[in-house]
């Protein structure tokens, strides 16, 4: 078995563990929303803290290319989208429902091992420097649904500053610079927190999971889900052409753009009161159809 297969079916076990504890009882949706309340101000500040205090910052002028590509994919991709929906007057909470799902790829937690498995690693930290998008990506859909749907700006403001996930950017990037200790015990605690945010992603995603409204929604579903998985790295060929870009870089880049949506959209989709079912839909179908066009990807631009 592959590593993409490997990575994807232990994705979907682990979404499917969710699904089974709400429907034996153990679970509720309701715990959905403390669950992710839990990932937002606690686990996944850690596991940003973690990656980005342990980061090697010498590298960054060589790869800083990286995180460009991937912010001019995700935002071109997400712009056309947005285009096509405004034109056939897609209703607002639907139209961000899916539209945050294009931008926002698994670029970690299914592109490392991805690309860990297939190139081993020296192509780990180009990888590393990629999902750096979907961390500024993450931040900037926060900002922009915060204005959209939650008024007034003096409080969007307020409720980005007190942000956990912005404080764990600027932490971990000042610590590293000013090589700061944080001492083993602190460290430990960050990293084992950190460890629990993608699992208990996939349960919230699980227990969001309703096979009733997945056939409600696949008319949407299954066309966004594949507008993700062929648009951006058909952008993303275009896009390191014209920059010139080659060899690891070339190949990293464009297997990242072959990624799912990611399983943080979820996260947007809750906290925002979105459409989460259909936003639920999307990663599950995208994260599933990706089992094909991932492979396809690879061997349709040579990149084995």
Known sequence: MSAVETTIISILIMILAGYILKKIKVLSFKDAYSLNNLVIYLLMPCMIFNSLYHADMNVFPKLAIMPIIGLICGGLTGLILFV???IIKFP?????SVLITVILGNTAFLGFPVILGIYGQTA??????YDMASLISFLSLSVILMFIFEGKFKEVIKKVLSFPV???VILGICLNVFN???GEIANNVIV????ATIPLIMLVLGLSLDFNELKENIKISVPISLFKLFVTPAICCVVISLIGLNGLDYTVAIVE??????MLNLILAIKYKLEYRLTTDCLFLSSLFCLITIPLVINVFHLI
């Open 84 to 86: 096509i929906l405004t």
């Open 166 to 168: 912005l404080w764990a």
């Open 180 to 182: 700061l200790p944080i």
């Open 257 to 262: 753009a072959s990624m799912p949506a990611g």
């Open 124 to 129: 780990l930290i180009n990888a590393i420097f």
């Open 192 to 195: 084992y927190f950190g460890l």
């Open 92 to 96: 607002k909470v639907k139209k961000w």
